[in-house]
């Protein structure tokens, strides 16, 4: 009888744990650049939370450069909200590396090398409507002794490079630590979504989040958002002696990584069969790495990852029009580094205060097609 309780007893205390339920106010998908800055921003404003997410160094926030461009595209023409986004990002970036023992933000111009007489042109037209953000930069002449080139640069100025990889680290390393992050791969078979609140497993929620990144593709809540499947391609490679003191642009981008690692890219690859590396695009760079630099250089890896961009060029921010106990932050593109500090807290805010979201952001208005 004594044998009996014993045993009974044993397995009462090994079984107990996975009976424990857990109350959390949310419940997170995701720790790429937007879970990472929406868990942030929700625990300090007092409430709790877990993350779910299965450890990936292959995600669109990990291969990305952490690059904040004010300006973008062939044209030259300044980012969307780029004012209000860009100072808020810094900001954010900054104090948060101040709890994190980091440093997360510094200032990195592009030097724009001209391949062209008619990119020195157009950049000589687009410069006094965007003076803010293009000039000339002086004593170009320094650059001979890197680069071979036979036209002007142009800077622009301010640029910024986040340290995305610290980031996300070190604030796994928090989450492990507050016991707020479920080491996992997130399965719908495990998630019951109701009216009042959402159970994942053994937790309970008043909501769940959506960051997932290019899971979001399948999510069947936010399939129907107009997500654009991209892919981009990347090279580290190792450059002693080059100054880590800007971003250098030639249609290619050699970003300055660690010690005298550079961050070489990017591809937007619209029509693609995989996600893996391609041999052409490490051939291609190689070419133009040893016509454009002369310095010696060694490619050490060569990443790839899809990214979560869209059609209409604006994130996925709010909660399900039919269902709000489910939400979504997401669609960042290649922009999350000055899109999801500034949406975060915007997010938070409203989650918490109820405050509005800027409609065109907010996951609503496409309420019509997420209602069928």
């Not at 050490?300 to 979560?308: L, W, Y």
């Not at 060029?313 to 269902?323: E, I, N, Y």
């Not at 000055?338 to 800027?358: R, Y």
Request: net charge neutral; aromatic share 12%.
């Amino acid at each position: 009888m004594a044998l009996t309780l014993f045993l009974r007893s044993s397995l009462i205390e090994i079984l107990l744990p996975i009976f424990v339920i857990m109350n959390v106010d949310y419940i997170i998908v995701g720790q790429g650049i937007s879970g990472s800055f929406l868990s942030h921003d929700l625990l300090k404003a007092g409430k709790t939370v877990m993350v779910i997410d299965q450890s990936n160094p292959f995600t669109a926030s990990k291969v990305a450069s952490g690059v904040i461009n004010p300006i973008t595209g062939r044209r030259m023409v300044r980012t969307w909200e780029i004012e209000k986004l860009m100072p808020f990002a810094i900001s954010a970036y900054t104090e948060w590396g101040k709890e994190l023992h980091a440093t997360l933000v510094q200032q990195c111009n592009i030097l724009d090398f001209h391949s062209s007489p008619q990119m020195v042109l157009a950049f000589a037209e687009r410069q006094p409507v965007e003076k803010d953000y293009l000039r000339i930069p002086e004593n170009t002449d320094q650059w001979k002794k890197y680069f071979n080139y036979d036209f002007s640069i142009g800077e622009i100025d301010p640029c910024w490079l986040i340290d995305i990889n610290t980031l996300l680290t070190k604030w796994r390393l928090q989450l492990t630590h507050k016991e707020m992050l479920l080491e996992e791969t997130f399965h719908w078979k495990d998630c019951i979504v109701s009216e009042a609140h959402v159970t994942y497993k053994n937790i309970i929620a008043q909501k769940i989040i959506f960051c997932e990144g290019v899971a979001g593709f399948d999510n069947p809540y936010f399939a129907m958002l107009p997500y654009a499947r991209n892919k981009g391609q990347a090279i580290i490679a190792k450059i002693p002696g080059l100054p880590k003191t800007n971003i250098f642009k030639q249609g290619i981008n050699i970003v300055p990584w660690k010690e005298d690692f550079f961050w070489i890219g990017s591809t937007y690859e619209w029509d693609f069969t995989d996600t893996n590396p391609s041999p052409d695009f490490r051939e291609k760079v190689e070419g133009q790495l040893r016509q454009w630099l002369k310095l010696p250089f060694e490619i050490v890896n060569h990443i790839a990852s899809e990214r979560p961009a869209n059609m209409e060029r604006r994130p996925f921010v709010g909660l399900h029009p039919v269902t709000d106990t489910v939400g979504v932050f997401n669609g960042m593109g290649t922009k999350g580094c000055s899109l999801a500090p500034h949406f975060s807290q915007e997010f938070a805010s409203h989650l918490v205060k109820n405050t509005p979201i800027n409609p065109q952001v907010d996951v609503r208005r496409f309420s019509k097609i997420l209602s069928r």
